[in-house]
């Protein structure tokens, strides 16, 4: 293995003070945005996916819309919004972990719609008929639903933390890449390659790899658990 | 369990890849003493002689030479490098993306003339003035003969006035003087400084957007716009908006051979005029920096270089626009054995660190 | 009950035309017919899933309607939760769980059952309901012929406990015969007979009616 592990290792064993508040910056924000994105994209995709009704074409061609919004282009919105000439300005959220979260979940929240809308689309016939057929009430029947997507749950919690903890355009925009404040992996690596220090850029990347892998791991055993 | 193993398998496969890549670009940089084979230059040639010193830890070889980058024109009186910090007022025209005028923006007035009046201080400026000879030999910055200085009291932060938001060029930041200056203030009068560093013109840009209490940047003409279209504001103590206080020297940096001949030149516009007519390589930060800026005033006016891309769309066979960082321009000058104008600062941290930024 | 006229089309193509119908509580009817005739279509449009040309209303205010989808599908709950899904009786569901020979499946997870497996317990979850009109669509398809004996036996039972009106959607003339009070003959969409199951099922009026019991009664 060559040195940018090593250099990883050495990194992640010195307790580096801003590596740990990148760390810990870099998990607040992704572990809030993908739950946020969840919370918001299950239920609209189960709609989208398993009802019909007036509109509903239209919110399925805008949500694949902004599934295509290049994370840069919705930082740079962000940005103006919430800028100190911005119509925004008063929230003050600008350089904040908040906006960070804020804007991927504008970029997460249409991924996860559309998944689950694709499952929801195949599994709600025979889940609504046979509701309908035992007299259950609506929300019962979404319940149902959404238990029966368990599985996709949790895949898309994953699709959505594996982009929130891997997206730079918008978070670097939005959140400036403040030290000890608004750095996230993704930024720090961002600056380290413009500084030219690409093996730090590369150790920074392993060690994101590797969160990346322990929370698919431990959420693969999770959902191997809950989904059975 | 299968499924398991199979994702553990195919991740290690790919950190393997990576850890790969990370070694390649390690030995890539050291080896290129010899500029010529650059491109072809592949791992197993070249890990005997360079195993190690690649990376920082390896401090018994430290003293080989490993940059090849050396600086062959400086201290000339056009590559003064001046730094200023300029408080933004809050009455300042701002306007919006669309252009329409915005009045009530928030501008930390007493945390900016805080900072301000800190860095002025007698002994914040020696700090700044000796910053760097321990870890680089040498120091970084200069202070300017006639900078102003202040004596007074510094209020303690309060609430509102806690959070002090300084845009700055990436060049200040990457030289480390923020971050062993900054914590000092930090600590004694409760403020957080929140630095975001971007090339002088996005720092600028960035000021105008209503996002920065301060701007503390290196390009005198985009300084003085700044001024002119109100966007600054005297503070206490000082007679102008502009408060120049340090400085060092641009360098003109190249392959130690000197193909150009830029060391025997009897001026800086002369080495360039050398670079540019016999079409050596060299490399242009390309992104509206203090630097950019400077390396654009040096060039002969003849050639008609600016920042516009159609300006030296004819001159791509040896003129780069990397539109990066400095610390990424210096690896790449490096590489490919070109030419580069940096400010000192960054590029004693880049040869410290043998080839890489920290 | 009432049952109201409706049409029910597919992208302009009429599938089924069906008058005003009564039906009378307490007795079995088998819809039969072949394959395409549009008695799926019927029971579905009657139990709420599809929506008639129109989006009139097929069944009187406050009618509760039980439905048996043709395929039966387990919820990822567990074949006891299953049950509890319609009424929280357990002692019900113990008996239905019985009835149709599930009692030792009962934890098992019903999306892991075998499709005869599948089918029985959704018949007995169906059965957990109170309804005043009943349909199954052909809820001895994928099972053998024990269940289907079981299913059989347990849908008269339910038919004469509850006293409701149920519908048997079946494409098996001897299963009709076994069963039925009464028969609705569907013939491309049309409700061509309907009326006492000895004489539909038996010595219908109609040609049609005649050519298909002769072309399916053994």
């Known amino acids: 293995m060559g040195s940018a592990v090593e250099q990883a290792v050495q990194l992640i064993a010195s307790g580096d003070r801003e590596l740990l ?8 924000m992704s572990l809030s945005s993908s739950l946020i994105a969840l919370l918001l994209g299950v239920p609209l995709g189960l709609l989208l996916g398993a009802c019909r009704f007036p509109g509903r074409g239209l919110l399925l061609v805008l949500n694949r819309t902004l599934m ?39 970029l997460i929240t249409p991924l996860l719609t559309s998944h689950m809308e694709t499952y929801a689309a195949q599994i709600a016939g025979p889940v609504r008929e046979t509701a309908k057929g035992l007299g259950l009430s609506r929300w019962k029947t979404f319940l149902l639903l959404l238990n029966e997507s368990r599985y996709p749950i949790f895949s898309g919690y994953l699709l959505g933390f594996s982009r929130a903890i891997a997206e730079v355009g918008a978070v670097s925009m939005v959140g400036g890449a403040i030290a000890w404040k608004t750095n996230v992996m993704t930024t720090a690596i961002m600056q380290y390659t413009n500084r030219g220090n690409f093996s730090l850029g590369i150790a920074l990347g392993l060690i994101l790899l590797v969160l990346s892998l322990g929370m698919n791991l431990a959420l693969s055993l999770l959902q191997r658990k809950v989904a059975s | 369990m299968k ?168 060049s200040v930041n990457d030289s480390g003087l923020l971050s062993y200056l900054l914590p000092q203030f930090e600590e004694a009068y409760g403020y957080t400084v929140e630095v975001q560093s971007a090339g002088t013109g996005k720092a600028i840009e960035a000021a105008k957007f209503g996002n920065a209490d301060l701007i503390l940047v290196h390009s005198k003409s985009q300084e003085e716009e700044f001024v002119n279209a109100g966007f600054a504001r005297v503070i206490d103590g000082m007679e102008t908006e502009r408060v120049s206080f340090l400085y060092n020297y641009f360098v003109l940096c190249g392959p130690s051979a000197d193909p150009a001949g830029v060391k025997d030149a009897a001026t800086v516009l002369d080495a360039f005029a050398a670079i540019a007519e016999g079409k050596y390589p060299f490399i242009s ?69 043998n080839g890489v930024m920290e | 009950m009432n ?27 088998a819809v039969i017919g072949a394959n395409g005739s549009g008695k799926s279509t019927f029971s579905r449009v009657i139990a709420g899933v599809l929506s008639p040309d129109g989006r009139r209303p097929v069944t009187e205010a406050g009618l509760r309607v039980g439905y048996l989808p043709q395929k039966s599908y387990g919820y990822r709950l567990s074949v006891l939760q299953n049950l509890l899904l319609a009424s929280r009786d357990r002692d019900q569901a113990a008996r239905l769980l019985e009835a149709v020979q599930l009692s030792h499946l009962a934890g098992k997870p019903a999306h892991r059952l075998s499709g005869g497996e599948t089918a029985r317990m959704a018949l ?95």
């Open chain 2, 285 to 353: 930060r390309g992104d509206g920096s203090g630097t950019h800026t400077k390396e654009l005033s040096l060039w002969p006016a003849e050639l008609g270089i600016t920042e516009d891309p159609e300006s030296f769309a004819d001159y791509t066979d040896w003129y780069t626009s990397a539109n990066a960082g400095m610390g990424a321009c210096l690896v790449m000058a490096e590489e490919m054995g070109g030419y580069i104008l940096t400010d000192k600062a960054t590029f004693l941290t880049f040869v410290a660190n």
């Open chain 3, 3 to 29: 049952l109201y006229a409706f049409a029910k089309s597919f992208g302009g193509q009429a599938a089924v035309t069906v008058p005003d119908l009564t039906l009378e509580a307490g007795t079995l009817y």
């Open chain 2, 3 to 170: 499924k398991l193993l199979a994702l553990v398998l195919a991740l290690s496969t790919v950190l393997g890849l990576l850890a790969g890549c990370g070694a390649k670009e390690n030995t890539a940089q050291p080896t290129t003493e010899d500029t010529a084979n650059t491109e072809t230059n592949d791992a197993p040639e070249t890990t005997d002689d360079t195993a190690g010193t690649g990376t920082e830890e390896t401090t018994d070889d430290s003293s080989a030479v490993v940059v090849d980058l050396t600086i062959l024109k400086e201290a000339d009186e056009s590559m003064l490098n001046t730094y200023s910090m300029i408080a933004v007022n809050p009455e300042a025209p701002f306007t919006d993306a669309d252009g329409n005028a915005v009045s009530d923006v928030t501008v930390n007035t007493a945390g900016a003339d805080a900072l301000m009046h800190w860095l002025l201080l007698p002994e914040t400026l020696d700090l700044a003035a000796n910053y760097g000879m321990e870890e680089y030999g040498n120091t970084l910055f200069y202070v300017l003969e006639d900078a102003p200085t202040y004596e007074g009291e510094i209020p303690a932060a309060t609430d509102e006035t806690k959070t002090i938001r300084l845009s700055t060029t990436t």
């Open chain 1, 21 to 28: 508040n990148i760390l810990s910056v870099t998990a607040r």
């Open chain 3, 124 to 218: 007995a979850r169906l059965f957990m309901g109170q309804y005043d009109l009943v349909i199954l669509d052909e809820p001895t398809a994928s099972m053998d012929m024990e269940s289907t004996m079981l299913t059989e036996q347990l849908t008269r039972q339910y038919v004469a406990e509850t006293g409701c009106a149920l519908l048997l959607v079946t494409h098996s003339l001897q299963q009709a015969r076994r069963l039925a009070d009464k028969a609705l003959y569907f013939h491309k969409g049309q409700l061509l007979e309907q009326g006492p199951a000895k004489t539909v099922l038996y010595e219908p009026q109609h040609p049609e009616t005649r050519q298909f019991l002769s072309f399916y009664g053994s």
């Open chain 1, 68 to 106: 295509g919004v290049p994370p840069v282009v919705c930082g740079l919105i962000f940005y103006i919004l919430f800028s100190g000439v911005g119509p925004l300005r008063h929230l003050h959220l600008l350089f904040t972990v908040e906006i960070m979260i804020l804007a991927q979940v504008v």
